[in-house]
């Protein structure tokens, strides 16, 4: 069974009594903004045809609806039969090198159980996973953190891959094309950013292509495994102001 919102209710705002809710979460603090994402690099595919199970990639009727679907990727709600593909892909120090220290290392099913409950139960999702197109199996996740009080109309974007599937451009598509449905679906959004630490060029590099500016350098802003490191912020805005 499903734990994920309705299909409507994805990536909509709820309303609490007079006032729009867009977002739960309380997060830190955002600064001055100098960019805007123009002609990101991905194509939008049409839906797959699931009038038949023989037709459809083998993609099971049990997994949620893509709120994307790319060339190099499917982008959908996580569900309960992900949990063996996540471990798959994300038990790799890697990876947690790049993460904060909330993304477990090692990767036990039991941190993808927990996981998933985390990613499937707040309305409207936040939590994605990215898929394949053609097995509809995790190799990646990509999600929002909202902020609130001043800071309400930026969200930071995150996101990872499984080793085995860098360096096929697959980030720089999702990251691509979900920013521009987060600026699609959550109207309140101006600026969305994504904080890099020193060191992590394949991150920095997907940002510029997805057409992120670099803005600030924060100093000796992260300590990762005991090692002090500058922490680099890139912003996405919805225009060019
Ligand atoms: C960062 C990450 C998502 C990149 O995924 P990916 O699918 O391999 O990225 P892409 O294939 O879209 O690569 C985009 C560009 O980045 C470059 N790139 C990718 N990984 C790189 C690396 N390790 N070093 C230098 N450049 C790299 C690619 O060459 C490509 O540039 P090009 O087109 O000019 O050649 C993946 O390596 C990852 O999950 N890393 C660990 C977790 C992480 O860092 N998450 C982000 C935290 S901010």
Same mark, same amino acid.
């Given at each position: 069974?499903?734990?994920?919102?309705?299909?409507?209710?994805?990536?909509?705002?709820?309303?609490?009594?007079?006032?729009?809710?867009?977002?739960?979460?309380?997060?830190?603090?955002?600064?001055?903004?100098?960019?805007?994402?123009?002609?990101?690099?991905?194509?939008?595919?049409?839906?797959?045809?699931?009038?038949?199970?023989?037709?459809?990639?083998?993609?099971?009727?049990?997994?949620?609806?893509?709120?994307?679907?790319?060339?190099?990727?499917?982008?959908? +709600?996580?569900?309960?039969? #992900? /949990?063996?593909?996540?471990?798959?892909? $994300?038990? @790799? %120090?890697?990876?947690?090198?790049?993460?904060?220290?909330?993304?477990?290392? +090692?990767?036990?099913?039991? #941190? /993808?159980?927990?996981?998933?409950?985390? $990613?499937? @139960? %707040?309305?409207?999702?936040?939590?994605?996973?990215?898929?394949?197109?053609?097995?509809?199996?995790?190799?990646?996740?990509?999600?929002?953190?909202?902020?609130?009080?001043?800071?309400?109309?930026?969200?930071?974007?995150?996101?990872?891959?499984?080793?085995?599937?860098?360096?096929?451009?697959?980030?720089?598509?999702?990251?691509?094309?979900?920013?521009?449905?987060?600026?699609?679906?959550?109207?309140?959004?101006?600026?969305?950013?994504?904080?890099?630490?020193?060191?992590?060029?394949?991150?920095?590099?997907?940002?510029?292509?997805?057409?992120?500016?670099?803005?600030?350098?924060?100093?000796?802003?992260?300590?990762?495994?005991?090692?002090?490191?500058?922490?680099?912020?890139?912003?996405?805005?919805?225009?060019?102001?």
């Amino acid at each position: 069974m499903l734990q994920c919102s309705s299909k409507a209710d994805v990536g909509k705002p709820t309303k609490k009594g007079t006032e729009h809710v867009f977002f739960d979460t309380a997060r830190q603090g955002a600064g001055e903004h100098n960019k805007t994402i123009t002609t990101p690099p991905f194509a939008l595919i049409p839906p797959l045809d699931d009038g038949d199970d023989q037709n459809d990639g083998g993609i099971p009727k049990s997994s949620p609806e893509p709120i994307l679907r790319l060339q190099k990727c499917l982008i959908r +709600p996580f569900y309960e039969g #992900d /949990a063996a593909a996540i471990v798959k892909e $994300a038990n @790799n %120090p890697k990876i947690a090198r790049w993460m904060r220290n909330t993304f477990p290392q +090692p990767y036990s099913t039991e #941190d /993808a159980r927990n996981w998933i409950s985390m $990613a499937t @139960n %707040p309305a409207p999702l936040l939590d994605f996973a990215i898929c394949r197109t053609d097995r509809n199996t995790v190799i990646g996740c990509i999600g929002l953190k909202t902020r609130d009080d001043i800071h309400v109309r930026t969200v930071e974007v995150g996101y990872w891959l499984g080793e085995k599937h860098w360096h096929q451009g697959i980030a720089t598509e999702a990251l691509s094309a979900f920013s521009q449905w987060t600026f699609d679906n959550f109207d309140h959004v101006l600026r969305i950013e994504a904080e890099v630490f020193e060191g992590n060029e394949g991150s920095a590099r997907v940002l510029e292509k997805a057409g992120y500016a670099f803005e600030a350098r924060k100093r000796k802003a992260v300590e990762k495994r005991g090692l002090v490191l500058d922490a680099l912020t890139y912003c996405a805005f919805r225009d060019g102001s």
